[in-house]
């Protein structure tokens, strides 16, 4: 039932939708952005988390026009956003599987542009494994996303396997420290320790930093003695549709 057949027809049919989580400034929480995490309504089997059908949609390809469908509706949330005065950012997630097509840079420009956006108001985030796993073709593909103006993202950093050789060659803008290192920051001194050589890798790297999972104010307090700019977390909101984003963003303005 969870097949790649249900997947193509559930594109057809809008039974997927996205939620959208906010990543925050340290300190004061102010939202800098979003990520947005696809969910899918099965007609009859009800709600489906990602977790149950990403691999399936990596598997059988239907994962390349997954991407587009999630990137096509984060650039609508963004242009209706943009029409009420509200500028901000929006992450997709990206798998290994979309950078094995030469022609991906190309198609999600055009969808951006189809929508009056510019390319760097989108960041494509990546499993470490994805970015450098069979680096020489990901490493073409990259460039060409980042030519495009695309930010990249590497996400669940300090999970994966990356040199520090290969993060320097690769065209990453941004850093997002894995949840098991953020959630037992305030507790663990590795945990910590880690989190502070990040910092640093990152100040010099020039790149961004985002700590994921951040539940707590012990945790959010850590991060801000630790020198981490960036957070998300359900400390400072769950995953949830852009109508209820929108409304918040608004009263910004
Ligand atoms: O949304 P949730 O917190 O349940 O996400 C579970 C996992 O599914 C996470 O690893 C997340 O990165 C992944 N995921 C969510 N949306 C997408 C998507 O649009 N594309 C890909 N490739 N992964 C996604
Ligand atoms: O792999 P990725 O980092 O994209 O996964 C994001 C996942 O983490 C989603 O399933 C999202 O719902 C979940 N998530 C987001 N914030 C928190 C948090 O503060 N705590 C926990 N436990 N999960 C979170
Ligand atoms: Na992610
Ligand atoms: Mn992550």
Known sequence: ??????????????????????????????ITGFEALVRWEHPQLGLQSPVNFIPLAEQTGVIEPLTRWVLGRAADTLADWKREGVETRIAVNVSARNLMSLTVADEFAQIVKARGLECSSFILELTETAAVTNLVDALDILVRLRLKDFALSIDDFGTGYSSLAQLQRLPFSELKIDRSFVSVSATSTEAANTIRATVELARRLQLDLVAEGVETETVERTLIDLGVPHAQGYRYGRPEPAEVWGPRLRQRV
């Open 1 to 30: 039932p969870l097949g790649a057949d249900a997947m193509a027809r559930g594109i057809e049919n809008d039974e997927f939708f996205l939620h959208l989580q906010p990543k925050v400034a340290l300190p004061g929480g102010r």
